[in-house]
């Protein structure tokens, strides 16, 4: 276990450094000046200077990548160049705890439901509703949110004052204020993930149930729930699991769409935004984040895969 | 629906022309072609592959030929026969998606539409298709420090969401067709490597390529008509997976007003992006209708990559 920890850790620090590098080259790659476009069209030549000197854009590319890993670690990107003054760090901060709620409220609907629905499906296999599980989530998987967001939007929020057409709340609020303003985006997380999700929960179910062991079990005359309490499930949620870890960067960083149509403030958008004003310490804050909660997430998931199942170890630190 | 029959028949003349596989052993040859008739025929017996290519091949009519389909300019106001242009007025036998914001017809829009996307994000697809077939086969084939440092890069690349990557990429060099296509190409490399990757892996350990390389043969025969072959269902599932994802994407890009083209062409995320502010005033249509359209293509292509990959997996 030590070993695949340690390799496992390793691996993900190798990831991370390239990423860096990513995040380093990027204003580099850019073409014409990126200070004149930060700092504008009519900047005075002491100004773009300025600007190239917080940018770094005029060290040599090696020092610029000392200084990303450098502020990596202290997790300090400097001021963000939209908003003179803000640093970095505070509104990564503010952006991150809003995604946070939605995904965290997101997930609180989409686990349950969809690994229920998979379960559900692989015991009725091939029935009318397994089929109908099955064909949902090749349908929905994959649509974009935004697309999913605006039919809510139509269907629900417009004839229904319940649902709210912002997903902000006013300062303040209560907990189930909040919750009602994120119930719309929250269930287009749900409609999009739903099928997914329950697919792969069906498809691992339904090898452990025609696993011996399941057999055993229930010849030894257990009861269906204790079956699938014990046995069943502790082997088929592990695929569960990993995915939900690998899209938890997504979840983070990449629902620009939705953000946009329910004008929430989250992660994705303030990147977005970052990205449209070449704000370039705030882009490389926000990518940065959304790659550590990828990578932890992952590394966790693998982790709890190995823990709970000795087996997936020697395979994991094949793959990996 | 004459395009909808078309369709499989594509697909056909697709598996024909992979079918003269190795000229050296005969009856495997021989089985492998029936294996190949037999799912063919399956796959296009399954409802959701006629489904999934009813309105694929709509849309490929419309990408195709919309004026068959749309007699209003997607770009000018309609005006009716008394001379008045009409504006943001619901659905009805004239403008059946109803008009937008500037008068224009929205059904012409959505069917104008098709054609960005769909020139798109095949390009896109088959781009990556062939680099990303390329990298995984060499790489799991040959393994080594150069298998390491790649799986490395790929796993860097899948660590950010694909979507802010496309936007980083996009702001950087600009929003024009190549740029954004070749931003989609390059994305959609690492997950299609990784995949051929650990399909070669997995058939490198099998006896006929031990025998083949005891034979004396040549790597890049081995790799090419020998792993290839029979690594090539997967390919086609994981192309037509993300053919649905670069349909995603590029939709998205648009709506965050990433699109190549300008502004007042017909563009289905473009589309959905000016008008949704609306819908709190109750004007739905030019919304809806864009995002029906991307909604719909999206699951049509999905339907078939399913069906594809049900077939070949049984």
């Known amino acids: 276990m030590r070993r695949f920890v340690v390799r496992r850790v390793l691996l993900s620090l190798v990831t991370l450094f390239i990423v860096l590098v990513l995040i380093t080259l990027i204003p580099n790659l850019a073409p014409g000046d990126p200070a004149r476009k930060i700092a504008g069209g009519t900047a005075s030549p002491e100004r773009l200077a300025a600007v190239t000197e917080s940018l770094g854009l005029n060290k040599p590319i090696g020092q610029q990548l000392t200084d990303v890993i450098s502020a990596t670690f202290r997790f300090d990107f400097g001021e963000s160049f939209t908003r003179p003054g803000t640093t970095v760090t505070s509104l990564v901060t503010t952006s991150l705890w809003n995604s946070t709620k939605l995904v965290v409220f997101s997930l609180a609907l989409v686990l349950p439901l969809s690994i229920a629905g998979g379960v559900w499906a692989a015991y009725k296999r091939d029935s009318w509703i397994d089929r109908l599980i099955v064909n949902i989530g090749v349908a929905l998987s994959s649509l974009p949110e935004f697309v999913v967001g605006v039919l809510f939007l139509v269907l629900l929020a417009v004839p229904i004052e319940f649902f709210r057409v912002v997903a902000d709340p006013p300062r303040g609020s209560g907990v189930f204020t909040q919750m009602q303003y994120l119930l719309l985006p929250a269930l287009t997380v749900l409609t999009v993930y739903f099928g997914y999700i329950a697919r792969i929960t069906r498809a691992s179910t339904i090898t452990a149930l025609d696993a011996d062991y399941t057999r055993t079990a229930f010849m030894r005359g257990l009861s269906t729930g204790q079956v699938f309490r014990k046995h069943v499930l502790r082997n088929s949620l592990l695929p569960t699991v990993a995915v939900v870890g690998t899209q938890l960067g997504y979840l983070f960083g990449g629902m620009v769409g939705l953000e946009l149509i329910y004008n929430y403030p989250g992660l994705g958008r303030m990147i977005f935004d970052a990205v449209d004003a070449a704000d370039y310490p705030l882009l490389r804050g926000g990518v940065l984040t959304v790659t550590l909660i990828y990578m932890f997430a992952t590394l966790a998931a693998d982790l709890v895969i190995a823990w709970m199942n000795p087996r997936a170890r020697l395979s994991l630190s094949e793959a990996a | ?314």
Not at chain 2, 3 to 14: F, K, R, V
Not at chain 2, 162 to 187: R, S
Not at chain 2, 227 to 248: M, W
Not at chain 2, 295 to 309: P, R, W
């Open chain 2, 1 to 314: 629906m004459t395009a909808a029959a078309e369709n499989p028949g594509a697909m056909d003349s697709l598996e024909t022309t992979e079918l003269p596989v190795p000229p050296s052993g005969g009856p495997p040859t021989a089985t492998r072609a029936q294996v190949r008739r037999e799912q063919i025929r399956l796959l296009v017996r399954s409802p959701g592959f006629i489904i999934g290519n009813i309105v694929v091949g709509f849309w490929l009519l419309s990408a195709v030929w919309p004026d068959l389909l749309a007699v209003w300019d997607p770009k000018a106001s309609v005006v009716t026969d008394a001379g008045e242009a009409l504006r943001r007025t619901a659905p009805d036998a004239t403008a059946w998606f109803g008009t937008d914001r500037l008068g224009r017809d929205v059904y012409s829009r959505v069917i104008h539409g098709a054609r960005p996307i769909l020139i798109a994000a095949p390009a896109a697809t088959l781009i990556a298709a062939f680099i990303g077939t390329l990298v995984g086969l060499f790489t799991g084939y040959f393994k080594g420090w150069i298998d390491e440092v790649m799986s490395r890069v790929l796993e860097a690349i899948l660590s950010i969401p694909a979507i802010l990557l496309a936007i980083v990429i996009v702001f950087t060099f600009g929003p024009t067709n190549p740029v954004i296509i070749g931003a989609i190409a390059f994305l959609f490399i690492a997950p299609i490597a990784r995949t051929v990757r650990a399909a070669t892996l997995a058939e490198s350990q099998l006896d006929y390529v031990t025998a083949a390389r005891m034979r004396g043969e040549k790597s890049l025969f081995i790799i090419t008509r020998e792993i290839f072959p029979n690594v090539i269902g997967v390919v086609i599932v994981e192309v037509t997976v993300r053919l649905g994802y670069a349909i995603f994407t590029l939709a998205t890009l648009a709506f965050l007003g990433l699109s190549g083209g300008d502004v007042t062409d017909p563009n289905w995320g473009v589309d959905v992006a000016q008008n949704y502010q609306q819908i709190v005033a109750e004007v739905w249509w030019p919304t809806v209708f864009p995002a029906l359209a991307i909604g719909s293509l999206v699951i049509g292509v999905n339907l078939i990559a399913d069906s594809i990959d049900r077939v070949l997996s049984s």
